[in-house]
């Protein structure tokens, strides 16, 4: 088996890191910091990343993904919101059922991605992470959201197979990560299966995830201070140490694997205390004494996709004629499925991609 390990990259701490992605267009590496509402955008020089910028997105910001006119889409607060290239935020969509403080027992968006496709799948958990809160939703190509599944606890990590065929979804609070029957044409999930089971794991479980082109998982292990890669049948094939307890979630960005880790207190388990770190961990890609090259992005070309009509009914509020989103993959320097998982972006994403238009919802 192999065995990495990460080395401490120089942005400023976080409370709670997490969601890295990759923004071709303007070769940024950006994330979040959940419970400070930041999103935080890096360089990255070498074999560093270097902090660029902090913009506040919410109340609360659980994952981003880059924008085609440039800024991004945000799970934040208990919707989706709109953050401007120049640090603007504006509230889009705000999810029926969601939201409220935590005192009061409210819901947060906690993590997402899109599909190759170009919708948009954000999950929800409880603040106080109670068992059944949760809920994956889809905001689709005509703009319209539907529920894909309830009764989640912590709706966590997202990524499809090479072939689209496959998504994961993990479940933090039910220490499982779930395989499910994709069908890209419609974005519907179908039967699933457990992949990974950590209920009995001493370590952790999973968080964020990403998918390699050869259509292995590496997860981030909250909890267990690694991330871990499997084979899409559930077989252990490499682990990442991390000096930090809580790993978060990881992205490929050129020659790095980069891992955002957190110190929130949330999910730790007893006698495994958060140790402060900064919130972006770095493992090298490029072949070294003892090391063995990671899996390298495929670029294959991807099917002509034409978006659906709408279903809008007489009771649904009308679609704002702004923003529009063009959606592309999510960059050719980071594994295939998550050049699949795509950015609600333009081509210079990935070149010659096209993919239909996407139009947010007016803001409730």
Do not use: K
Request: net charge negative.
């Amino acid at each position: 088996m192999l065995r990495l390990t990460a080395t401490v990259a120089d942005p400023a701490p976080a409370e709670h890191g997490e969601g890295p992605i990759w923004d071709a267009a303007a070769q940024e590496l950006v994330w979040v910091d959940i419970t400070a509402g930041l999103v935080r955008r890096g360089r990255v020089d070498g074999e560093d990343v270097v902090d660029v910028a902090a913009h506040r997105g919410g109340d609360t910001v659980g994952f981003v993904v880059p924008a085609a006119a440039g800024g991004w889409l945000l799970g934040a607060g208990a919707g989706i919101t709109r953050l401007s290239a120049e640090g603007e935020a504006h509230a889009l969509i705000e999810l029926t059922g969601e939201g409220g403080s935590a005192d009061a027992g409210g819901t947060r968006m906690n993590d997402g991605a899109c599909d190759r496709a170009g919708r948009f799948f954000g999950g929800t958990m409880g603040f106080d992470e109670r068992p059944g809160a949760g809920t994956l939703y889809r905001l689709d190509l005509d703009g319209t959201v539907s529920t894909v599944l309830d009764g989640l606890t912590i709706s966590n990590g997202l990524g499809w197979s090479p072939d689209d065929r496959t998504v994961y979804l993990s479940d933090s609070g039910a220490t499982t990560v779930w395989a499910f029957d994709y069908d890209l044409d419609s974005g519907t999930f179908g039967d699933r299966r457990v992949l990974l089971d950590f209920s009995e794991d001493p370590d952790g479980v999973a968080d964020g995830l990403t998918v390699d082109d050869e259509g292995c998982l590496w997860t981030a292990l909250w909890g267990g201070g690694q991330v871990r890669r499997y084979s899409p049948a559930g077989d252990l094939l490499a682990v990442v140490d991390v000096a930090a307890s809580n790993t978060t979630s990881c992205a490929f960005v050129g020659d790095l694997l980069v891992i955002s880790t957190s110190v929130h207190a949330g999910r730790r388990r007893e006698g495994r205390p958060a140790r402060r770190r900064p919130a972006v961990h770095r493992a090298h890609r490029r072949h070294r004494p003892g090391r063995v090259p990671l899996p390298r992005p495929a670029r294959r070309p991807l099917p002509a996709l034409t978006p659906p009509p709408s279903s809008r009914t007489a009771d649904t509020p009308p679609s704002a004629p702004e923003p529009r989103e063009e959606c592309a993959g999510s960059g050719h320097l980071i594994p295939a499925a998550h050049r699949r998982t795509g950015y609600f972006s333009d081509a210079s994403a990935s070149r010659s991609l096209t993919r239909p238009p996407v139009r947010s919802s007016a803001p409730a």
